[in-house]
């Protein structure tokens, strides 16, 4: 890849010599402010993505430092609090449920059944979940190949199979046809792990803990998940062919058949109610109703997630996402020494790994009109590629923002990445639930600008204890695209610069 200066570049390199330091002051130029660097950038991740930080998992004491460490670096800056009440701090009510105790009975026309296997696992909504002669049905995928639910579910126990042959388009995953069988009255959920290798998955999946959102959980009162041997010796106690209900199911409209076996459940779950913390600053604009500019990134990562005995268990988060807090950490720094027209709004958002849900939380209670939003830049993951790498955008073709970004992008001296390949990641950031609310949400720089590079990181370190700050870690895309960001920053904030037709302009 060839890297053309541009003449504004050449310039900066020389200002920032230190021969020519004392024109900077002379100029006092505001296009020519410091560039963000690599040290800049290291000196926030060394201590985000440090040890002492467990990995800022929601709900720990690694997020209280967390949050603690972003607050006061945007104070520092001159940014202020923006958060509802006043504070730096949203509060997001999360939910995190794990296994307690399970007790269970089956019966087919009131005779015990015996089933020779213990692979079940049962999680309420509740704390407790009581009920007697509760239906079990079969429902195979759960949907048809039209999507729909055919079965008979309400109020019944839906047995169905984790596999997701023949089903409609959209309905591969498990969760979409869990969602469709809540939409249609279940009681329960139950998956069947039904080809080898998916119980310790379903397993794992249930026993890891998972975050919700209060108010947007989709949710059976009882959920869990069996094996295939827990699934036979079941129905073969109750006089029934596993292999044929299998076979049945894999008609295309097919409807489900009831099992004959009721069940006599009390489950005990071990539910955690917390509420997590985004962070929300604002440098406020000097042009009242002109709309608004938010920075956003997720301040959260794993926590210690690899089992005990492990040599490092802390996933450390350093790439994923401390480096895109320390990113806005710098753009915070470099937009507030400066009034702008618009306001400018900087969003650390919690709990982006389990499923995006701070940044749910701030698109269902916004702490400003999401139609004054003009556009959101999320930053997430941006510590992946060298300097002089291309500009790639997610969310491109999405809005009429294309353009303008790129004019920025190659005013700063960057190429631009035509194609819309990283799209792919979309729905994977942030960004996405305000998109899906109509706010203009891209993600830019050149991160995703070279996915074999991206799909490199997301092949080892990502998301295990690896994914720590080394010596290694490059960290010279991530400043080229911070000075973009102050950039885009600055042409987005000014309303000669940008007129929006949103903001009634
Ligand atoms: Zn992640």
């Known amino acids: ?138 429902v195979g995928r759960g949907v048809t190949t039209q999507g729909n639910v055919a079965a008979d579910v309400k109020g019944k126990a839906a047995i169905i199979l984790f596999d997701a042959e023949n089903v409609a388009e959209g309905m591969k995953s498990p969760r979409a046809r869990r969602e469709a069988l809540i939409a249609a009255g279940a009681e329960a959920v139950i998956f069947v792990a039904d080809s080898r290798g998916n119980w310790p998955t379903l397993r794992r999946q249930l026993l890891s803990r998972p975050i919700t959102l209060e108010g947007r959980e989709k949710r059976a009162p009882l959920e869990g998940a069996i094996s295939t041997e827990f699934a036979v010796g079941l129905v073969t106690a109750a006089g029934q062919d596993w292999d044929k209900l299998r076979a049945n199911a894999k008609q295309a409209d097919y409807a489900g058949e009831a099992l004959g076996i009721d069940a006599d459940l009390d489950v005990k779950t071990d539910l955690y109610r917390f509420n997590s913390s985004n962070v929300i600053g604002k440098i406020a604009g000097r042009k009242k109703n002109s709309g608004a500019l938010v920075f ?23 790439v994923d996402n401390a480096s895109g807090i320390a990113v806005m950490n710098e753009v915070a720094k470099a937009l507030a020494k400066k009034k702008h027209d618009r306001d400018i709004y900087f969003l650390a958002t919690t709990a982006e790994e389990s499923g995006l849900l701070g940044a749910y939380a701030f698109a269902d209670k916004p702490v400003l009109p999401l139609d004054q939003i003009i556009l959101t830049l999320n930053i997430d993951t941006i510590a ?39 799209n792919a990641f979309i729905e994977r950031q942030d960004g996405w639930a305000l998109a899906k609310k109509g706010v203009p949400a891209l993600m830019v720089g050149g991160s995703f600008a070279d996915l074999n590079l991206l799909q490199k990181f997301l092949g080892s370190d990502y998301h295990g204890p690896n994914d720590a700050l080394t010596d290694r870690t490059e960290l010279g895309g991530a400043a080229e695209d911070a000075d973009l960001h102050i950039a885009l920053g600055r042409h987005f904030a000014d309303t000669r610069k940008y007129k929006s037709k949103k903001a009634g302009e």
């Open 1 to 138: 890849m060839t890297i053309i200066l541009s003449l504004e570049q050449t310039h900066m390199r020389l200002v920032h010599s230190p021969i020519f330091l004392g024109l900077v002051v002379l100029a006092a130029s505001p296009s020519f402010s410091k560039a963000v660097t690599e040290a800049d950038l290291r000196s926030h991740i060394g201590i985000l993505a440090s040890d002492a930080f467990e990995g800022r998992k929601p709900g720990t004491a690694g997020e209280a430092k967390t949050v603690k460490y972003i607050a006061k670096a945007w104070a520092k800056a001159g940014l202020k609090p923006a958060a509802a009440d006043g504070s730096w701090f949203d509060p997001v009510p999360l939910i995190q449920r794990g296994q307690c105790i399970s007790k269970h009975a089956f019966t087919a026309k009131g005779r015990p059944l015996r089933i020779g296997s213990d692979d079940i696992i049962l999680i309420g909504k509740q704390a407790s979940y009581i009920r007697g002669d509760l239906p079990l049905v079969f």
């Open 296 to 318: 956003m990134g997720h301040w959260d990562h794993l926590g210690i997630c690899a089992p005990e005995g492990a040599p490092d268990r802390i996933c450390n988060g350093a």
């Open 384 to 422: 992946i590629a060298p300097r002089g790498s291309k500009v790639a955008i997610i969310g491109r073709g999405t809005t009429p923002l294309d353009a303008v970004v790129e004019t920025v992008a190659k005013k700063a001296g960057r190429t631009i990445e035509e194609s819309t390949d990283a």
